[in-house]
Each structure stands twice: as C-alpha cells, then as structure tokens.
C-alpha cells in the first residue's frame, strides 16, 4: 500500500529509481514518473491501463528549462505561458528527441505544463528530469481531487503519494496548441477560455465529437462513473424516479430538492459560484457513484467561464 505523506526528498528518491509517485496539482492528482525514462512512463501506461496512443503531459518546473524538451516555442504560446505559468494550462510544442515517442504516442508535438502546488514545484525543481503525469485514476474514471482518490484506485500499485490537501482548481488543465496560425483549444480545463482570449486574442475551440480525434484526449467517454448518469432536468427527472420508486442521487448545480433525501443529494455549489462547483464536481462524482443508488441524475452548470469545461465533463460522463 503507498505511504501518504509531504516528504519531498522520497517522493524524490521513489521517482530517480523509476518507481511512481501520486503528485498534487492544482487541476487533479497526477501519477508522475520520469518522463525521460521509456520503462517509467511505459510503468504509468500499465498502471492506469491506458492505451499507448493517448499521451502524456509532461510537468516541469520553470518555462526556462521547457527548453531543453522542445524545438520551437512559438511567440502566442509563449506569451501564454509567461502570463498563466505555474498554471492550468498545458501547450503543445514542437519535441525534441530527448522525449521518447512513448510520452507523445508517436506524435510530433509534446504536451507541456507547469504546474501550480507548492509540493510538486520543490519535487519538480529537485529533480534533474521532469515528470510525466496523467491523471492518476484508471483510464476512463473520475479524476482525482484528493490523496484518498488515489490511494483507493492506484495505492497497491505505487509506493508513495505526495499529499498536497485538496485540488484548488479541480478540473485538468486547458490544452492549447497552433495549427499553421491559428489558436487551438484542444481540451476545456481550469483556465477559462476568455482568460486566454483577453491574452492573446480569439482562439478556435475543436470540437471532440470526432469518432477519429486528431489529438487524443477527446475521447467522447470519460471522466465516467460506473453507474448511469443521466444529464437532464432535475425537476423533470427526480419526479419521474420517484413514481419509479428507483433508487437515485442527484447532483445539482445549486439547488436543494426538498423531495429527496439530504444524504442522496450534493450541491456542487449552494452559492451558484463556478469554482466552487468545479473544485467539487470530481468528488461530487465519486461519492454519489459510491452510494447506494443504482442510478445519477444531473444538470448541466450554466455555460459560461468555467460553467463550460463542467459542462464538457459532464457531457462526457454521461456518454457511455
Ligand atoms: O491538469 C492536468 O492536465 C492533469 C494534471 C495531472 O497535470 N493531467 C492530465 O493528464 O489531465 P491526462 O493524461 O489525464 O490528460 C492529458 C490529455 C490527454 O487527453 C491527452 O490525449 C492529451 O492531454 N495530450 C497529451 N499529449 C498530447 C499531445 N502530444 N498531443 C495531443 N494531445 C495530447
Ligand atoms: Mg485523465
């Protein structure tokens, strides 16, 4: 079972022998070992069953040393960076070698961040090497959001989690790269959108419903939990489950419903604020997938600033 604690220097000496460590982000717990290391990164493929072709992010500590892993930083992409480093944005850059293709499943660009937690940026600026890190849940679940979450899914398969307390941010970073001049949103995450357009103007959002995603990550089903979860009018749907006498939770944006149990329903945020429904959704998530119920019923948040990268996560939970 991995030990939980805020020892730096072994979470340290675990990632130099090629072992995997559970790292604190900003956005979501990472699974992170050394990125320069075919068998450690082939390691965090086999730890969270994922597949080869949908790659990994690749966490340093400094836009300075992303150097010494890509080609070229184009001037929008670095203006970004300098604006929103450490911070929930990840950009795709052209790689150098040094990268092996396992990191980028063969592709030319490499996905890079750095991360905002002060733990992972003294493990990050101790290391001579940097981290890559998927989320550290099995392929295709709830991302993580606190220690716990990973020590139930992975903990028998690492032997160390860095506990950094709750993720600030709770949604994984925004994944921003060119095509030919062009700005592109590949992922909505932790960094709005209009964050990014009031930095460097417009930029086009991909849309992911592609069956064949250019860039992985797009996969229609994700972020899911094991039961349904069914997107809809609260109102409508809570009613109908009622007369069903089906065994459900719900999980509202702000609203309380009188009708239900108290211990069968969560607010993601009582106060209708966006970052406080986004730093609980993923714990909102797996509770109510742990519970009793047989089925989860779900609203959309309204669909604007970080209302739209929920909104994406919810979608996706619910495709199935
Ligand atoms: O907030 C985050 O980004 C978290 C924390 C741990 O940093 N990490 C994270 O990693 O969400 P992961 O592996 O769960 O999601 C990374 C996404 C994947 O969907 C992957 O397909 C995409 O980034 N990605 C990674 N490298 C890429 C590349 N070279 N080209 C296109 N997409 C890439
Ligand atoms: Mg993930």
Known sequence: MAQIGTDVALAKSFLEEGKLVGIPTETVYGLAGNALDPEAVALIFETKNRPNFDPLILHTSSLERVGDFVAAFPEKLKQLAE???????TLLLPKKPIVPDLVTSGLDRVAVRVPKHPLTLAL????????????????????????????VQLG??????????????????????MEDDE???YRLGGLEVAEIEKSVGSVRIRD????????????ESHYAPR???????LKRMIAENLED??????????????????????ALSPAGDLHEAAKNLFSAMRKLDESPASVILAELTPDTGLGKAINDRLRRAATK
Do not use: M
């Open 227 to 233: 039961k349904p979860f069914l997107l809809g009018d």
């Open 208 to 219: 992911h419903s592609s069956s064949n995603p250019a860039a992985p990550g797009q996969l």
């Open 156 to 177: 028998e398969k690492i032997p160390y989690i860095l506990d950094g307390g709750a993720c600030a941010v709770g949604l994984e970073s925004t994944i921003v790269g």
């Open 183 to 185: 700005l592109v949103v």
């Open 83 to 89: 604006t929103f480093w450490p911070g929930p944005l």
């Open 245 to 266: 006498k089906t065994e459900f939770a719900v999980l509202s944006f702000s609203d309380f419903f009188p009708e239900v149990r108290s211990e069968d329903q969560i």
């Open 124 to 151: 990050l600026d101790a290391l001579d090497f940097p981290l890559a890190a998927p989320s550290a849940n099995p392929f295709g679940y709830i991302s993580p959001t606190w220690p716990s979450h990973v020590e």
